[in-house]
């Protein structure tokens, strides 16, 4: 994948969310969660 294209799946992961990935706390829930679903 290209640096650009993951930079904008970024942000549109943040934008969907409505919260920055740049927090610690954000990212560890979203892990938790795609855990909870079996996705890793």
Avoid: I, N, Q
């Avoid at 927090?23 to 855990?35: F, I, P, S, T």
């Amino acid at each position: 994948m290209h640096r650009h294209t993951l930079r904008y799946r970024m942000r549109r992961v943040e934008e969907l969310l409505g919260r920055s990935l740049d927090d610690a706390d954000v990212r560890m829930e979203l892990w938790l969660a795609l855990r909870a679903r079996g996705d890793r």
